[in-house]
């Protein structure tokens, strides 16, 4: 019996001992000791704590070291991405086919290693936000080398757990937006960029104050904001903003870009931007649907583009941009489909109402000069092919057409028309005059082709026009004598 109470004595010694901490210190796994005096329970607690914010320096260093691969792997795939993605594709070269083949195989080998190096470092230290920022640029690349929507949101959820630790970085939030904006998730797009800016804006005072210039207003001023920074969180507001069609918003958007773009290239992106805007009268759901039209024209789907360019006249707000269509798909008929006579009716019809300047017969607006441009050359080149299949007066008409419009070519029209007419001396000698009245629109042939046809009008009056007859003859010999 009293040995049982000398041990319960005992137990109940060694319990108290152990629980306040007085003897022993209490060791870690990673090495580390508790001071005496630190109870099991908050010893518990502190270490709860602390494994929420420390790693050990052994688990550092490798994390590191698989960073520092990565980091290698990135750079190398990311150069060689920029190369083949920049570079002209010549598709029927097989020795460059065959090079970006073997440079699209180390892209993606590089990246998947990157990436499987960059989550296992991640693990091993997940208080390192330069690894996991790294690794939303590896998914980032990752998208747009495979062109695959999910690495594109791999990508957001890191930079969204950047962000939630550490709001004072503008460039985080642009790089979110970017991602979105690859995703077409304009609006959260739009919204990151926008808090880009607000961070930039706000944290400007750490920077150093510098001069810079805004070629807007000519001016020079002092600040610490980077202008190339600056104008691009703005830039692209205002461009996912035009994916959102809000036409309002985005011009007043772009005309802050342009007050503070610091460079002549930038000021042409914004000016670009905004004439595509405004090209019907800010519809930009048409500016959009001309773009995929035109598109399918480099893809040499020409019938798909004429459907397209005719389903969305309708929809135009503006006669001008109407005008404009009407003239693509006259060229599509003329040039691709085999409608060539279609085609120059279509584009007469728009150019025949235009007003012109009384001085010399050009179209008022300049934009149209390319139209009386292509529909006099669209119905000289007709007219000749007619020509060739003896069907002269299909031919005589596209001839008159041609030289009633004021081109470069008008010359050309009024002389091949003369060559139809030579049954008519009368008709042709009033057409060579008035080809002869500008003669320097002539080159040496022409002038040549001119007098000749003349003369042989001339000759048809008899001994009525002698005169005239051995004075063109005269001007003849002294022009092929020159």
């Known amino acids: 019996m009293k040995r049982i109470f000398i041990i319960i004595i005992v137990a109940i010694i060694l319990i108290q001992v152990y629980g306040c901490g007085v003897i022993l210190k209490l060791k870690r796994d990673d090495g580390e000791f508790f001071p005496s005096g630190i109870d099991s329970l908050t010893a518990v607690e502190s270490d709860s704590i602390t494994s929420r914010l420390f790693v050990s320096e052994a688990r550092k260093r490798k994390a590191f070291e698989l960073f520092s691969e990565a980091q290698q792997n990135y750079e190398l795939a990311d150069s060689l991405w920029d190369f083949i993605s920049t570079k002209q594709q010549d598709t029927a070269d097989s020795i460059f086919l065959q090079i970006r083949n073997e440079k699209r195989n180390i892209i993606s080998q590089k990246l998947e290693r990157a990436a499987h190096e960059l989550r296992k470092a991640a ?206 798909i ?19 019809k728009i150019i025949k109402n235009q007003p012109v300047n009384e001085n010399n017969g050009l179209p008022v607006d300049p934009d149209y000069k390319r139209y009386f441009t292509d529909c006099g050359k669209m119905f000289y080149k007709l007219g000749l092919n007619l020509k060739k299949k003896s069907k002269y007066k299909s031919a005589y008409r596209c001839f008159e057409n041609a030289s009633q419009i004021q081109w470069f070519g008008r010359w050309e029209s009024l002389l091949e028309l003369a060559k139809l007419t030579v049954q008519d001396p009368d008709k042709t000698l009033e057409i060579i005059n008035l080809i002869l009245s500008s003669p320097h629109n002539l080159d040496k042939t022409e002038h040549l082709d001119a007098l000749t046809l003349k003369l042989k009008a001339l000759k048809r009056f008899g001994t009525n026009r002698l005169d005239d007859v051995k004075n063109t003859y005269k001007q003849i010999r002294t022009l092929q004598q020159r």
């Open 123 to 328: 693990r091993i230290d997940p208080f390192n936000l330069t690894i996991k920022d790294l690794l939303a640029k590896v998914y980032t690349l990752q998208g747009d080398f495979t062109e695959e929507s999910a690495y594109y949101e791999k990508a957001i959820i890191e930079l969204k757990e950047i962000i939630s630790r550490d709001k004072s970085e503008h460039v985080l939030y642009y790089r979110l937006g970017e991602n979105y904006y690859k995703l077409n998730e304009w609006q959260k797009a739009y919204q990151n960029y926008r808090q880009a800016e607000h961070v930039l804006l706000q944290t400007a005072f750490l920077n150093e104050k510098k001069e810079k210039k805004l070629l807007a207003g000519n001016y020079v001023v002092v600040d610490s904001i980077d202008a190339e920074i600056h104008f691009r969180y703005v830039y692209y507001q205002a461009i996912t903003v035009a994916k959102l069609y809000n036409t309002e918003l985005a011009l007043s958007l772009f005309q802050k870009a342009q007050q503070i773009a610091p460079s002549k290239n930038q000021l042409k992106f914004v000016d670009n931007y905004t004439k595509w805007i405004r090209w019907d009268g800010g519809n930009i759901a048409a500016s959009e649907k001309k773009n995929q039209c035109l598109q399918l024209i480099k893809e040499k789907k020409y019938k798909q583009a004429k459907i397209g360019f005719e389903d969305m006249i309708d929809d135009l707000n503006t006669q001008k941009a109407r005008d404009e269509i009407g003239w693509r």
């Open 330 to 348: 006259a060229c599509i008929e003329y040039e691709y489909l085999d409608q060539e006579k279609k085609g120059c009716d279509r584009l007469y």
